[in-house]
């Protein structure tokens, strides 16, 4: 570096010399655009001042690129910059305090003779670290060249000096007030002058922006409020309601005339709504259609009718409801929240809306805490995981049964071949769903509870405790009409025949009291009659081979209790499903029966099943509507539903 560099201050390029560590660039970018594109306020232009007439623009202010290394040479170009700034802007850290570079720039403006216009910008650290208690010498962020005095030697003084500063951290001056402070330093004017000035041409701008927006947006309002009566006028409506295509007062009151200010704010909160209100079409739709109840209890904004219903749409029948109408409340974290919020402070059973039929035995899972209120854009794009699957529920009913076992290869044929879910799982009317299992039905053909083995035909009801207790403790009567219906005695020779049948069932199986007891509770596994004759079924093995039988110990020779199964129709009541249209999909491939052993699986698919075909992958169709009615059915008391137990392990 030359021993000396001189210049004069009038004979300058640049407004102000931005000096700062790379590693505060973000900064340093801020700044320079900050700098230039910044107007004075124009009250204050031409102003005399020290520097003279007051200019329009802050410009030009030069900035350093490049990192000076370990050299100490700043060269001749960043010399000439110095040379021709006015003022010198540093930037303030910690990092700024340790660079090379930063420090040589000071100096070298020191040298000018210009250190009364050196100005500093804080950003992060400490001024002073060292002079104050609890902070390190690393939390510096004044340059050592800056913090103390030129000496008429060419070198930094012993003398402490304190810098013309701003400070930008926050819970300081802040940006903005660190900004006009630099540029009062700048242009030789008042801090608070120039602070007054400029909240006031803010102010002034957004007044003018507000008012324009006003303008626009009334326009606009007129206009979309002119175009949807254009369209509604002039559009057929669709073949649903085509019968009032002669009579629009069928649904259309008279026009109020143009929106009103209140119509055009609820036009930008809430654009669904078009700004309008549909208070009165709605009572209109609602004379028919009075079966329609809303959304959930929790809902905070029922939309109204017309803005999912949309119509003049065209002569055809109605367009089904977009998902789109659905997520602009289930994708809304803001609605959701709210939604949760007030559905915690609702009974439960303000939420017992999607009732099934009388006939319908419906698992009723209870409600989460916060509802249904997970916030996702579609069905396979972050939709949550069925609630089954979801809490890994069980089924609760006691009745026992084995899937797995059912395709065992030592069952006996059915029709010529093996048992697979059709044998038993048979489609209602519609092919929607399918009916409920019975024993008569299902079971009877197979299990038909044989307990004499040289009367095949002769079974015990399947029925009651009490009436197969009833039926063992009259055996002798059921072995007589037996043998009268099968001819196999005649009258005269009935009473011979019972008490043969008797004797030998009483040789095979002890005494009354020890039958019953087997007959009840007896859990042998299944063994079939391959000797037992074609089209004849297994032998019975007990009661509580299938069912839980519990001892009455209160009354001597009281027929035990059996717990009565529940068999659910309706695993997912708030999801419609069909299976007649899932017919070309193999059941396994959804349900998994064929790996099931536990009584106490469900056996429903997961939410990934379906979304193998209904997504835009599968080319399936996969709205919300596929799946779900916004619309429930009338309520349905409580007490129809099946609760949800305790689940068994």
Known sequence: MSAAVSGGIDQVKYRAFISYSQRDKKWGDWLHKALETYRVPRRLV????????????????????????????????????????RYLIVICSPNSAQSLWVGEEIKTFKKLGREHRILALIVDGEPNASDKSGFSPEEECFPKALRYRWSEDGGLSETRTEPIAADARKGKDGKENAKLKLLAGLL?????????????????????????ALVVLALSGSWAYQEIKRRYEQTKISTNHAAFSANCASCHEKSLGAPTLAQLRLLVRNPSHHGLSFATIDRKCESCHQQHTFHEASVVQNR???????????????????????????????????????????????FHRHS?????????????????????PS????????????????????????????????????????????SCHKPDCEGRFYQRITFAANCQECHSLQFDPRNLKLTLPHASAAMVHGFLSTLPTQYAEFALKEKIASPDELPAFVTKQLTQLRELVGSGEDFERKIFFSTDPYKPMHDAGPGLPASFYGCAFCHEVKPVATAANAAPRIAKPVLVDRWMPQANFNHAKHASVKCDDCHHAMQSRNTSDILMPIKANCVTCHSPAGKVVAECITCHTYHAPPQTSPDKLLPFPESRP
């Open 46 to 85: 031409g102003k005399e001042s020290r520097e003279g007439r007051v200019p329009r623009r802050v410009f030009p202010v030069f900035r350093d690129r490049e990192e000076l290394g370990v050299s100490s040479d700043l060269g001749s170009n960043l010399e000439q910059a110095l040379r021709e700034s």
């Open 304 to 350: 109204s009718c017309s803005v999912c219903h949309q119509e003049h749409q065209g002569l055809a029948p109605m367009k089904m409801v977009a998902s789109s109408q659905c997520a602009s409340c289930h994708n809304n974290s803001v609605i959701m929240e709210a939604a949760a919020q007030q559905g915690m402070q609702l009974p439960r059973e303000e």
């Open 188 to 212: 030789d004017l008042n801090y608070d002058d120039l602070k007054q000035r400029e909240q006031r041409r803010t102010l002034q701008r957004r007044l003018i922006i507000g008012t324009t």
């Open 379 to 422: 069905f396979w794009q972050r939709h949550p995981e069925f609630q089954l699957n979801r809490q890994h529920v069980r089924d609760p009913d006691v009745l026992r049964f084995n899937h797995q076992r059912h395709f065992a290869t030592d069952i006996r044929l059915k029709n010529g071949k093996s048992l697979d879910c059709d």
């Open 356 to 376: 099934q039929p009388p006939q319908q035995v419906t698992f009723d899972l209870p409600r989460p805490d916060r509802g249904y209120t997970q916030t996702f």
